[in-house]
């Protein structure tokens, strides 16, 4: 018995942990000649930072301490993909 699954693996920029997201359908435009795959959103605590790339909820977690701490902040803003 054989089964697949069509996803993204995505691993994290700064430790190298991984999380898989199932490919949940197709995007189109322009009559169907332009095709993209839709994937499931990243599992909470998984962000990205235009410094460090996409991190992991403890590499995230440890990367918002550290800003909080330097610049004496409450609170970071996290960039959207």
């Known amino acids: 018995y054989f089964m697949e699954v069509k996803g993204m693996l995505t691993t994290c ?3 190298g ?7 949940v359908g197709e995007g189109e435009t322009d009559g169907g000649f332009t095709r993209w795959n ?12 235009s410094e460090t790339g996409r ?7 440890e990367y918002i301490k550290f800003l909080n701490e330097f610049f004496g902040r409450e609170r970071v803003e ?3 993909e």
Request: charged content about 30%; overall charge neutral; proline content about 9%.
């Open 55 to 61: 991190l992991c909820p403890k590499c995230n977690a």
């Open 38 to 49: 839709k994937f499931e959103p990243y599992p909470d605590g998984w962000d990205y930072h």
């Open 78 to 80: 996290v960039m959207e």
């Open 17 to 23: 942990v991984t999380c898989f997201r199932k490919c």
């Open 13 to 15: 920029d700064r430790c």
